[in-house]
């Protein structure tokens, strides 16, 4: 059963960058797609970007582009997700999700990891 | 980008009621519609896949149909631990968006 465990919470200045974290157990992170959504507080979530296996690459979202850059640890099977430039409306919970690919569903996720960006 | 128009909004119910969420698409998604439960603090959970199918383990009051632009999520007799958010998800093309949410409140 896999199971995706995220980093602890930040807390950053406006300007600032984030790593967000998620470790993988019970796969292989290369037999995964791994993506990631963050949600503000009271808000809908957003898709942020991930592998994309058809692609053969990372997939950003083009609200992120040139901010976000999502990369893997294979060796650890971990996942990262790197924010720069951050602004306070960057104020999220950020998940890790695994797209199982049939209909691309986020079937699992990660518990979340609280960023804040305050000055 | 693909809008996602999630109705009601919010939504107060009783333990027993039968409850109907929609979800509209700006564009043909053909069935690449999921629906999720959040509760607070927690992470979402996938409830529907591909707009009409049960996610493993998932009790069969729930339920979801449509196609296309128009969509339908459904749970025939509500029970105390659905009172929840549900959001509705495509992900026919990049970016994948989600619905704003529908909040379900105890009547």
């Known amino acids: 059963q896999v199971q995706l465990v995220q980093s602890g919470a930040e807390v950053k200045k406006p300007g600032a960058s984030v790593k967000v974290s998620c470790k993988v157990s019970g796969y292989t992170l290369t037999e995964l797609s791994i993506h990631w959504v963050r949600q503000a507080p009271g808000k809908g979530p957003e898709w942020m970007g991930g592998f994309e296996p058809e692609d053969g690459e990372v997939i950003y979202a083009q609200k992120f582009q040139g901010r976000v850059t999502m990369t893997e640890d294979t060796s650890t099977d971990t996942a990262y997700m790197e924010l720069s430039s951050l602004r306070s409306d960057d104020t999220a919970v950020y998940y890790c999700?695994?797209?199982?690919?049939?209909?691309?569903?986020?079937?699992?996720w990660g518990q979340g990891t609280m960023v804040t960006v305050s000055s | 980008d693909i809008q996602m128009t999630q109705s009601p909004s919010s939504l107060s119910a009783s333990v027993g009621d039968r409850v109907t969420i929609t979800c509209q698409a700006s564009?043909?998604?053909?069935?690449?519609l999921n629906w999720y439960q959040q509760k607070p603090g927690k992470a979402p959970e996938v409830l529907i896949y591909?707009?009409?199918n049960l996610e493993t383990g998932v009790p069969s009051r729930f339920s979801g149909s449509g196609f296309g632009t128009d969509f339908t999520f459904t749970i025939s007799s509500l029970q105390p631990e659905d009172f929840a958010t549900y959001y509705c998800?495509?992900?026919?093309?990049?970016?994948?968006?989600f619905g704003q949410g529908t909040k379900l409140e105890i009547k």
């Open positions: 999700a695994k797209n199982r690919g049939d209909l691309n569903v986020f079937h699992i």
């Open positions: 591909g707009a009409s």
């Open positions: 564009q043909d998604i053909s069935n690449y």
């Open positions: 998800q495509q992900y026919v093309d990049v970016p994948s968006t």
